[in-house]
């Protein structure tokens, strides 16, 4: 598919999409006429990425990630490198250190609206 379809089946911009493929994070093939051409996986690829970034895992580390995502339909166990294992843990303290923030914030408005007299 080419770089429009995909950003239209993905929601994100063929800017983006070529910064992805600078990046490596995904892969397409050149025509014969320069246009890029996506792999049918494409689409899921840009899923995984568009969820990692959102989750906050830097677009370095998403890319050593990379064979990981191609083995998440596999049901062997994926192997990864201990320093990357090391990376994700880390982010992943970091990320429920902030989800535990957001979750106290969250009930702390909710006991204030739950506690306050609306106006008006």
Known sequence: MRIGELASQTGVSTRLLRYYEAQGLISSTRESNGYRDYPDG??????????LIDAGIPTAVILD????????????????????????AERRAQLEQRIGCLTKNRDAITAYLDRATIAG
């Not at 494409?42 to 969820?51: I, K, L, S």
């Open 42 to 51: 494409a689409v899921e690829r840009v899923g995984q990425v568009r969820d």
């Open 65 to 88: 990630m990379i064979p990981c995502l191609a083995s998440v339909a596999d049901p062997e166990t994926p192997v990864i490198q201990r320093a990357l294992a090391e990376s994700l």
